[in-house]
Nanobody
Framework: QVQLVESGGGLVQPGGSLKLSCAASGFTLDDYAVGWIRQAPGKERQFVAGISASNSVTRYIDPVKGRFTISRDNAKNTVYLQMNSLKPEDTAVYYC???????????????WGQGTQVTVSS
């Protein structure tokens, strides 16, 4: 069964950190670009960060540059999103997405995870 399973979300105070994980089963992430897409209440889904398959080139939206880091561990078939200096506006459900065609396709990927809630609040 092909699956992407996210974990690591939770409640954190502003300025805090969380590390999200996206573990794949049923297929190998090596050949896929992988990214994180978030959806805040009442808003559309938004691409946050992505990492390419072949050379692990990364890209981020401007609001998270310098605070979030995406990485992959192909041996563990897992992609991570380290989130530092979290802000209330980072509150959203974070989804993992994977597509073989590259990071530009991650808004309409082959595979989605079920999402993990991140809440930044004091």
């Amino acid at each position: 069964q092909v699956q992407l399973v996210e974990s690591g979300g939770g409640l954190v105070q502003p300025g805090g950190s969380l590390k999200l994980s996206c573990a794949a089963s049923g297929f190998t992430l090596d050949d896929y670009a992988v990214g994180w897409i978030r959806q805040a209440p009442g808003k559309e889904r938004q691409f946050v960060a992505g990492i390419s398959a072949s050379n692990s080139v990364t890209r981020y939206i401007d609001p998270v540059k310098g605070r979030f880091t995406i990485s992959r561990d192909n041996a563990k078939n897992t992609v991570y999103l380290q989130m530092n200096s979290l802000k209330p506006e980072d509150t959203a459900v974070y989804y993992c997405a994977a597509d073989p065609s590259g990071t530009s396709r991650l808004n309409t990927p082959n595979y989605w995870g079920q999402g993990t809630q991140v809440t930044v609040s004091s």
